[in-house]
């Protein structure tokens, strides 16, 4: 089947208007709601009147504008590295990262489940490139203790936070496990900062892992209400980056706007706790809700929760259902899953309020009754 993507004419908290529908949105990751934010609107804004819509040229020719600057510093002192740096997208800090750390003669092991840019970045590093089941710490000490020996360097590669499925793989023993190995550990966690750990610092944060020598990789449109990427990590290896990494030197810089967006989003998710409040209130909701209505949830252990339904054809025929009942909730499909788990992919935000969780769950209800996917 061929892929659309639906027009958006309007956006307001929780609630988007599709064809003059105002819909319940459950498909943003836009958790804590920043991208409307009046203080990050406000701060793009100001930017912009500032220092102009765009950046003009790439950093390392152009020079850094102090929004730049000033986010980069900013982040590493949040996710508590020695230095960061930016790209213009979070997949671009993929491919730059990684392709800057491994080459041919190196080795590069990932979770199955990792990101297209991940799985793209681990290919064209031209390393000999592996996966490991999802979130199996076990195998990959097998595949590092039988393989490592062999490459000059080897890059373990994991989420920290995994997009469609919504789990969170077993952090500690993976960063052990490479380490023991000398291997580098990226850590993708594009969905984990600003929503897990006590602070919002992420999956690290969330686990109680120490950050030294892990590579953090992020992306500033998530919870951060923006657009753009960056890699916090050992000074060294950020400058070995910003020396090498292809899709950093060869693209224009972060437009000023979206820097100053995330910069002000990363100082509105430390000094309003309430916002993660808000949305692990919402979570517990909903995960309450769907395991009540007796739907196989992927995963509730977050606010991405996929419900299961596997056949294509099915999954696709239950988002137009509930679209027609007021929901916008995205069927997902392979390649962008494995084959035969296809599912209904949900997430929530801290805009969403009970009022339309509510309206949210009966949807649910009335689509699913009646389907081969309720137990009870
Ligand atoms: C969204 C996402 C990215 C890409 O980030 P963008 O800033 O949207 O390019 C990378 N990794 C993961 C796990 C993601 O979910």
Redesign the pocket.
Known sequence: MRRVSSRVEAVDGGRVRMGGRWLISLSS?NYLGLTQHPRVIAAAQESIARYGTGSGSARLIGGNLPPHEELEQELARFKQAEDCLLFS??????LGVVTALVGPGDLVIGDRL??A??IDACRLSGAAFRVYPHGDARRLEEALRRRRGHYRRTLVVT?GV??MDGDLPPLREIAETARRHDAWLLL?D??GTGVFGPGGRGSLEHFGIRPEGILQ?G????ALGS???YLAGPRVVVELLRNRARSFIYTTALPPGCAAAALEGLRVLQSEPDLRRRLWENVRIWTAGLRGLGLDLISDAGPIVPVRVGSNRETMALAQALEEAGLYAPGIRPPTVPEGSARIRTSLTALHTEQEMGQALEAFRKVFSGSTLVSR
Not at 89 to 94: H, K, L, R, S
Not at 219 to 222: F, H, I, N, W, Y
């Open positions: 990751n997208t979070g997949y671009m800090a993929n990792n990101h840019s991940l989420e995994f997009s993708d594009a969905h990789m992306t500033l449109s998530k657009l753009g990427g």
